[in-house]
């Protein structure tokens, strides 16, 4: 009993040491502290109380992961989480389950997407965190780009500006890969405007990284014209809008 009692104290205040962390955003000693605790948590039983600090332990290892941009690490945490919350609720699961989502949409992995909302209850559905991403989807869905990437100023949390940048410069890549073939030149505030970029020299600096065969002569961007039998369905980042026709399937299926 005695043993039991201190290894219980040690897991408080490693999930104490671990909270703290990761609200400072110490990712390092949080990450130092979410394995100490893992190890410390195989020896505690399997009881309700330990499964729901395991799974806070394990929703902070999320968070870490999003903020060291670590792909790898959450996706390990997510799956550890999910049976997890079959059994216990979680401190933090509709933030978590927001996320996933988040990842899964970025990831262009739609049926996954769909088969997480299936699991998802009315009452977390309406949590800001599950019906961002759901909303966002939406948009996606019927190709309006402007509202997604518009959506920047409107994320439930920090923790979501990492997938939001990746879905936005996929989207960005998708509108100019639209631009290139359907204009030979446009004005640079027009672009800066269709692109959503804040200045002119936004989108300079996105043309000197990303498009470096767009010619920019005074305020005009000229596009350069595409391989000779080159159609813009031809265009990989042109599948961003494709999907648009592959998500309203899928939804069709779905329901």
Not at 5 to 34: C, F, H, P, T
Not at 185 to 214: C, P, V
């Amino acid at each position: 009993f005695f043993e039991n009692q201190q290894n219980m104290e040690k897991i408080s205040a490693l999930m104490s040491e671990l909270r703290v962390y990761v609200q400072g955003g110490k990712i390092d000693d949080g990450l130092s502290a979410l394995s100490r605790l893992k190890i410390a948590l195989l020896d505690a039983g399997e009881s309700k109380e330990h499964k729901e600090i395991y799974a806070s332990a394990l929703e902070n290892g999320v968070l870490l992961s999003v903020s060291s941009e670590d792909l790898d690490g959450f996706a390990r945490n997510m799956a550890q989480l999910k049976p997890l919350y079959q059994e216990v609720r979680g401190e933090r699961k509709c933030h978590v389950l927001g996320l996933n989502l988040m990842f899964l949409l970025v990831e262009n992995r739609l049926s996954e997407f769909h088969a997480e909302l299936e699991q998802v209850s009315e009452e977390e559905a309406r949590s800001t965190y599950i019906s961002f991403p759901i909303e966002l989807e939406r948009q996606l869905m019927v190709g309006s780009y402007d509202e997604v990437l518009n959506a920047n100023a409107h994320i439930p949390e920090a923790s979501y500006e990492f997938f939001m940048k990746n879905l936005s410069e996929t989207v960005r890549d998708s509108i100019a890969d639209c631009v290139e073939v359907s204009y030979n030149e446009m004005k640079m505030k027009d672009a800066t405007l269709m692109m959503n970029f804040k200045s002119t020299g936004e989108l300079h600096e996105y043309i000197q990284e990303f498009r470096d065969d767009w010619i920019v002569e005074g305020d005009t961007v000229c596009f350069q014209a595409p391989p000779v039998g080159k159609m813009a369905s031809d265009i990989p980042s042109i599948l961003l809008i494709k999907q648009s026709l592959s998500y309203a399937t899928e939804m069709e299926r779905i329901v």
